[in-house]
């Protein structure tokens, strides 16, 4: 065994980590640099920041990568300092705590009783009567809880009631918690992913797109199962503020749907452990119309956004460029027209009205029959594995706050002592927090104990 | 309807105001009865701003909202004002110390002015967004208010600490000499911190649950959660420097008043210099 004596003669690093002062200097620190990330708005591309702060500050920001802060390596290398430093700072303190666990705070002697900070000594010009110290063994016990007892040489005897010994681990479990929750927050994103899904209504899915900051690139992550959009529902209050966004979603696994839901913004689906949150929506224009060849022969063709239809026969491909809802009371759309050729040529459609083209050397007849809005939804898609161990944390955390601040560590002692004059009693009792409290149950007990004493007399 | 919510709100910033004046004149002029009268008052205040909360309540249901009222700028101030004097009237209750009043009144009263009077605080009764339509808005609304409002009060004992003249055993006249002594008022702080630091915390722990449940995300490193940490760190260098390293006084009233000046910008801030998540607060 090496020798414990003091920190001083330590591995220097093993100093530095322990110390509070470290703690308190990053606590600081912390508090400080966090500020950087609300100030500069984060996600941005570098080429916003080049644009809005300058080359010289755009140095900075790209070295010290505060476009994404709480994520850049000297931010991470802080709060793994913290982390280090907490767990260090706890160990050094273990043994002192253990020594204060361990004590046997029964292993006292009257003279340590007389030094308490709250006392008070009786005097009985006689003997010890049993039934006197009986009956106010009965009191104490009533007031502070079951007793233990000590014989000491002399024929004295010491009585202890005790509380809230296992207080002094609540410092422990409060510092724990802090770790628990960042190791909750690491394996969450280690083991989990988050993404997002837009669905147009009656549209499916078995994927879902990585939300990545500060990257273009786009990636897919498999669910597993399909998921469905039915029907989007969003509905405004009078003043015009949105009142409910709602998704009806189906997931379907192995060609069963097995579960149906409407999922709300603060009422989102979870299945297998995959979450998908109520986030956003858009509305899709989708315009009908009707084209007439020479001779007579027509098709109607449903154009939603985004998307080319064909006609083979006559060899038309429409697409839907632009929509405007309201265009003097009516919807206006540009509708792209292609043929075989190759060619193409756009035009604005308004619904009910017609226009003619020429598509391959050939005259046709196009007229917008009807204009109707479909919607998107906007699905956020997580699935966390470490979310339980972040709230093991927070409630670790508030627990062990409650115990360290508020359950005391209660000591209270009766010494009898019987000699040749009489009876010395002795009551004393100390509490490492909330003393004041204290005071008052100490009092207490020593009223109690003064009026048996002054029926017995 | 003269009996509505706004119009006992507004009274009750008049009524606060009288008693922060109260307050004052009791600790310059070192009148116990017109102490007494001001605590009186306050309470009064609170009674009449509970009713004005009640109503205003039923008054968004009657409005077919139905909501708490917790949900916008306007009622977060109303809500700071009324915890931040709940606060005071129990530890006055409890120390019998109503100097302390002087410092702790004014902080509800610039409240409640602020919401009644600025153009920029609409106290109109506004539906609740799909975001704010959960049971975390109660719970989150109420953890966090209570920590502010502690820090509010602890404040105010950090200025009485810097305030207070001569040693402890100098029973004083002077005006500085009249306030609780530096052991007290040190003693009382730290108690309030703790007290705040607790609900801070359950305040950011219930806004991350429900975060999580309306985006799926418990922390995103938002302006207000990042400015609600930053506070949160404040107030945990303070608990560590004390426990730890024995500070005391002087340097635990400045980090106090530190602390409280990152919560107004945790509230105020955010919402009118930066952007994110929280902005509806601006509304």
Same mark, same amino acid.
């Given at each position: 065994?090496k020798?414990?004596?003091?920190?001083?003669?330590?591995n220097?690093?093993?100093?530095?980590?322990?110390?509070?002062?470290?703690?308190?200097?990053l606590?600081?620190?912390?508090?400080?640099t966090?500020?950087?990330?609300?100030?500069?708005?984060?996600g941005?591309?570098?080429?916003?920041?080049?644009?809005?702060?300058?080359?010289?500050?755009?140095?900075?920001?790209?070295?010290?990568?505060l476009?994404?802060t709480?994520?850049?390596?000297?931010?991470?290398?802080?709060?793994?300092?913290?982390s280090?430093?907490?767990i260090?700072?706890?160990?050094?303190?273990?043994?002192?705590t253990l020594?204060?666990?361990?004590?046997?705070?029964?292993?006292?002697?009257?003279?340590?009783l007389?030094?308490?900070?709250n006392?008070?000594?009786?005097q009985?010009?006689?003997?010890?009567?049993?039934?006197?110290?009986?009956?106010?063994?009965?009191?104490f016990?009533?007031?502070?809880?079951?007793l233990?007892?000590?014989?000491l040489?002399?024929?004295?005897?010491?009585?202890?009631?005790?509380?809230?010994k296992w207080s002094?681990?609540?410092?422990?479990?409060?510092?724990l918690s802090?770790?628990?929750?960042f190791?909750?927050?690491?394996?969450?994103?280690?083991?989990g992913?988050?993404g997002?899904?837009?669905?147009m209504?009656?549209?499916s899915?078995?994927?879902?797109?990585?939300?990545?900051?500060?990257?273009?690139?786009?990636e897919?992550?498999?669910?597993?199962?399909?998921?469905?959009?039915?029907?989007?529902f969003v509905?405004f209050?009078?003043?015009?503020?949105?009142k409910?966004?709602r998704?009806?979603?189906t997931?379907i696994?192995?060609?069963?749907?097995?579960?149906?839901k409407s999922i709300?913004?603060?009422?989102?689906l979870?299945?297998?452990?995959?979450?998908?949150?109520q986030?956003?929506y858009?509305?899709?224009p989708?315009?009908?119309?009707?084209v007439?060849?020479?001779?007579?022969?027509?098709?109607t063709?449903v154009?939603?956004a985004?998307?080319?239809?064909?006609?083979?026969?006559?060899?038309?491909t429409?697409?839907l460029m632009?929509?405007?809802?309201?265009?003097?009371?009516?919807?206006?759309?540009?509708?792209w027209?292609?043929?075989?050729?190759?060619?193409?040529?756009?035009l604005?459609?308004?619904?009910?009205?017609?226009?003619n083209i020429?598509a391959?050397?050939?005259?046709?007849?196009?007229e917008?029959?009807?204009?109707?809005?479909?919607?998107?939804?906007?699905l956020?898609v997580?699935?966390?594995?470490?979310?339980?161990?972040?709230w093991?944390?927070?409630?670790?955390?508030?627990?062990?706050?409650?115990?360290?601040f508020?359950?005391?560590?209660?000591?209270?002692w009766?010494?009898?002592?019987s000699?040749?004059?009489?009876?010395?009693?002795?009551?004393?009792?100390?509490?490492n927090k909330?003393?004041?409290?204290f005071?008052?149950?100490?009092?207490?007990?020593?009223?109690?104990?003064?009026?048996v004493?002054?029926?017995?007399? | 309807?003269?009996f509505s919510?706004?119009?006992?709100?507004?009274?009750?910033t008049?009524?606060?105001?009288g008693?922060?004046?109260?307050?004052?004149?009791h600790?310059v002029f070192?009148?116990?009865?017109?102490?007494?009268i001001?605590?009186?008052?306050t309470a009064?205040g609170l009674?009449c701003?509970?009713v004005g909360?009640?109503?205003?309540?039923?008054?968004?249901?009657?409005?077919?909202?139905g909501?708490?009222?917790?949900?916008?700028?306007y009622?977060?101030l109303?809500?700071?004002a009324?915890v931040t004097?709940l606060?005071?009237?129990?530890?006055?209750?409890?120390t019998?110390?109503?100097v302390?009043?002087a410092?702790?009144?004014?902080?509800?009263?610039?409240?409640?002015?602020?919401?009644?009077?600025?153009?920029e605080?609409?106290?109109k009764? =506004?539906?609740?967004?799909? $975001?704010?339509? @959960?049971n975390w808005?109660?719970?989150? &609304? /109420?953890t966090?208010?209570? !920590?502010?409002?502690?820090f509010a009060?602890a404040?105010?004992m950090?200025?009485?600490y810097?305030?207070?003249?001569?040693d402890?055993?100098?029973?004083?006249t002077?005006?500085?000499?009249?306030?609780?002594?530096?052991?007290?008022?040190d003693?009382?702080?730290?108690?309030?911190?703790?007290?705040?630091f607790?609900?801070l915390?359950?305040?950011?722990?219930?806004?991350?649950?429900?975060a999580n449940?309306?985006?799926?995300?418990y922390?995103?490193w938002?302006p207000?959660?990042?400015?609600?940490?930053?506070?949160?760190?404040?107030?945990?260098?303070?608990?560590?420097?004390?426990?730890?390293?024995?500070? =005391?006084?002087?340097?635990? $009233?400045f980090? @106090?008043?530190?602390?409280?000046?990152? &919560? /107004?910008?945790?509230y105020? !801030?955010?919402?009118f210099?930066?952007?994110?998540?929280?902005?509806?607060?601006?509304?």
């Amino acid at each position: 065994m090496k020798k414990k004596k003091s920190s001083s003669g330590r591995n220097p690093l093993w100093k530095f980590f322990t110390s509070v002062r470290l703690a308190i200097f990053l606590l600081i620190i912390l508090a400080v640099t966090s500020i950087i990330g609300t100030v500069i708005p984060q996600g941005e591309t570098l080429q916003v920041y080049l644009n809005n702060y300058g080359p010289a500050v755009f140095k900075a920001i790209k070295l010290l990568d505060l476009g994404d802060t709480y994520h850049s390596w000297w931010y991470l290398t802080l709060l793994g300092l913290f982390s280090l430093n907490l767990i260090c700072c706890t160990l050094n303190r273990l043994p002192f705590t253990l020594k204060l666990f361990k004590r046997d705070y029964i292993d006292i002697t009257p003279d340590y009783l007389r030094r308490v900070t709250n006392r008070y000594e009786w005097q009985i010009n006689s003997p010890a009567d049993s039934s006197l110290i009986q009956q106010i063994l009965k009191k104490f016990r009533a007031s502070a809880g079951s007793l233990r007892e000590k014989k000491l040489d002399d024929g004295s005897v010491i009585y202890m009631a005790e509380s809230g010994k296992w207080s002094y681990w609540g410092l422990y479990g409060l510092h724990l918690s802090i770790l628990i929750i960042f190791a909750g927050a690491v394996y969450g994103s280690l083991t989990g992913f988050k993404g997002r899904i837009m669905l147009m209504e009656g549209e499916s899915t078995d994927y879902a797109i990585k939300s990545s900051p500060n990257s273009e690139k786009i990636e897919k992550i498999p669910l597993g199962f399909s998921i469905r959009c039915d029907r989007f529902f969003v509905d405004f209050y009078d003043t015009g503020a949105p009142k409910e966004f709602r998704s009806d979603l189906t997931i379907i696994d192995g060609d069963k749907e097995v579960v149906k839901k409407s999922i709300l913004v603060n009422d989102p689906l979870t299945y297998k452990g995959v979450t998908f949150y109520q986030s956003s929506y858009q509305s899709i224009p989708e315009v009908s119309v009707r084209v007439t060849t020479a001779e007579g022969a027509s098709r109607t063709l449903v154009i939603p956004a985004f998307q080319r239809v064909s006609w083979p026969e006559a060899g038309l491909t429409l697409g839907l460029m632009k929509f405007l809802p309201n265009v003097h009371g009516v919807p206006a759309a540009r509708i792209w027209i292609g043929d075989v050729t190759g060619r193409a040529d756009a035009l604005w459609l308004f619904r009910g009205s017609s226009k003619n083209i020429t598509a391959a050397g050939k005259p046709y007849r196009a007229e917008m029959l009807d204009a109707a809005e479909r919607y998107m939804t906007g699905l956020q898609v997580k699935k966390d594995p470490g979310v339980w161990i972040v709230w093991l944390g927070c409630t670790g955390l508030i627990a062990g706050f409650a115990i360290v601040f508020w359950v005391a560590h209660r000591r209270q002692w009766l010494y009898v002592g019987s000699g040749d004059k009489g009876t010395t009693l002795l009551l004393s009792g100390q509490s490492n927090k909330n003393k004041l409290q204290f005071e008052k149950d100490f009092n207490e007990i020593k009223s109690a104990i003064d009026n048996v004493i002054g029926e017995g007399k | 309807m003269t009996f509505s919510s706004s119009y006992l709100l507004s009274i009750t910033t008049f009524i606060y105001l009288g008693a922060a004046a109260l307050y004052l004149i009791h600790w310059v002029f070192r009148v116990e009865k017109v102490g007494f009268i001001a605590s009186i008052i306050t309470a009064a205040g609170l009674a009449c701003q509970t009713v004005g909360i009640g109503l205003r309540w039923v008054e968004s249901y009657q409005l077919g909202y139905g909501h708490a009222p917790l949900s916008n700028l306007y009622e977060s101030l109303v809500f700071f004002a009324w915890v931040t004097v709940l606060v005071y009237l129990i530890i006055e209750w409890k120390t019998k110390k109503r100097v302390i009043g002087a410092f702790a009144t004014p902080f509800a009263t610039l409240a409640m002015a602020y919401a009644s009077f600025s153009p920029e605080v609409q106290d109109k009764i =506004q539906p609740l967004i799909p $975001a704010l339509q @959960s049971n975390w808005l109660i719970a989150h &609304v /109420i953890t966090c208010f209570l !920590g502010y409002a502690s820090f509010a009060v602890a404040c105010g004992m950090g200025v009485m600490y810097l305030m207070r003249g001569g040693d402890d055993s100098d029973p004083g006249t002077g005006l500085r000499n009249s306030l609780p002594s530096h052991k007290v008022l040190d003693d009382l702080m730290h108690q309030t911190i703790v007290f705040g630091f607790l609900w801070l915390s359950v305040g950011i722990i219930t806004g991350a649950v429900w975060a999580n449940q309306a985006w799926g995300t418990y922390w995103s490193w938002d302006p207000k959660e990042t400015w609600s940490l930053i506070t949160w760190f404040v107030y945990a260098t303070a608990l560590h420097a004390r426990f730890v390293r024995g500070w =005391q006084g002087k340097r635990i $009233a400045f980090l @106090s008043i530190i602390g409280f000046v990152s &919560v /107004i910008f945790t509230y105020f !801030g955010v919402n009118f210099l930066l952007s994110g998540l929280h902005s509806y607060g601006s509304s």
